[in-house]
């Protein structure tokens, strides 16, 4: 096998850092990493594992040339085999002949040569994973040239892994700071964005938009009787049917305790109306079909509906929705009371009635 020149390494260290730049997530970031480790040094395997903090342990993240179902629940704890030294000492390794070695590693259990290298993955001043190849294309053992190839490497996956990571950890505080952590749905900060968002949207381009408001009925009973995992339990699932009810492009969000809100933009009274009855029905029965209610009496909900009128703010619907669902309390619980379309302010005596089936609890 003909030596590696230096320009051609330097271009594949290009290539690699161009591409490891553009890419999105740390899953392409380090497949991309060990494609061209293999092409760079002739191997036929390669495989790139990161150290994960929260186990405290080395876990594999891409390969080259086997299939990562094969190894992606390994973990290999710093300082054990190959892998785990180069890690704790953060030293490269060429192994002549992994036969010597006391025990075999399940990345290299199956391989065709008996040769190994590892080199670290060193970024910020600290060891990120570690970087390994066996079975040379010509049945070779790895060289010191193979080893400052894969250093070189290494040394932009470092860079792009530290990069992907960061980005990573921004979407998942972003989604913190959005999204309800027992639900799934929208909070009340990022619903009042969006709700805002729309009304401006909506003013614009002359359009529709609603608002509901969805309280479960007794609630407080359900935790009081049945312990707060029940009443997790029927948030969930009524956050469930509230998904299953919307379109793609309306936005549910949990208001607040047993409270859920629902902007849904271009949508007029009848729309609204008729998503509203749904929910509450779909509600009202979702103890015969969720295994999560089984043992609690029905739940129900009461909804609120309310229609965007010119020159209203955010408040002005989430208030003239608010008005209806306490006239649905008051005439009952597990109905829909809905504001009429014209008036700026609405009193509870001024909402529209929806027949209903109720409980009366």
């Not at 929705?321 to 006239?327: I, P, S, V």
Request: net charge positive; aromatic share 4%; charged share 25%.
């Amino acid at each position: 096998m003909p030596a590696l020149s230096s320009d051609a390494l330097l271009l594949d260290i290009y290539k690699l850092a161009r591409r490891t730049g553009r890419s999105g997530g740390i899953d392409a970031v380090c497949q991309y990493v060990v494609d061209q480790a293999a092409r760079t040094i002739a191997a036929d395997r390669v495989a790139l594992a990161l150290y994960r903090s929260d186990e405290r342990r080395l876990a594999i993240a891409a390969v080259h040339g086997y299939a990562l179902a094969a190894v992606k629940d390994v973990r290999i704890q710093p300082g054990d085999w190959v892998l785990g030294h180069v890690y704790a000492c953060r030293r490269a390794l060429v192994v002549r002949d992994v036969r010597r070695l006391r025990a075999f590693s399940t990345v290299t259990r199956h391989c065709r040569s008996v040769s190994f290298a590892a080199v670290p993955v060193v970024g910020g001043g600290r060891v990120v994973g570690v970087l390994s190849a066996t079975d040379k294309a010509d049945d070779s053992v790895f060289t010191r040239q193979d080893i400052a190839a894969l250093r070189a490497i290494s040394g932009v996956a470092a860079l792009g892994v530290i990069a992907a990571s960061s980005q990573a950890d921004v979407r998942r505080l972003t989604h913190a700071a959005t999204i309800d952590s027992l639900t799934g749905l929208f909070n009340r900060q990022s619903f009042d964005v969006h709700l805002r968002q729309e009304i401006e949207r909506a003013k614009r381009s002359s359009g529709t938009l609603a608002v509901l408001m969805i309280d479960i009925d007794d609630f407080k009973s359900v935790n009081d009787m049945n312990g707060h995992p029940a009443g997790d339990a029927v948030l969930q699932a009524a956050s469930d049917v509230l998904r299953s009810v919307v379109r793609v492009f309306d936005s549910c969000a949990r208001f607040g305790g047993d409270e859920f809100a629902i902007v849904m933009p271009s949508s007029d009274r009848a729309g609204a109306s008729a998503a509203a009855e749904r929910i509450r029905e779909r509600i009202s029965t979702s103890h015969q079909r969720d295994a999560r209610l089984a043992g609690l009496a029905r739940v129900t909900v009461s909804i609120g509906v309310a229609t965007l009128s010119e020159g209203e703010t955010p408040e002005d619907v989430i208030r003239h929705a608010d008005d209806c669902l306490y006239q649905a309390k008051a005439d009952g619980k597990n109905c829909v009371r809905v504001a009429p379309s014209r008036v700026a302010q609405l009193r509870p005596s001024s909402v529209t009635r929806i027949t209903s089936r109720r409980t009366g609890r």
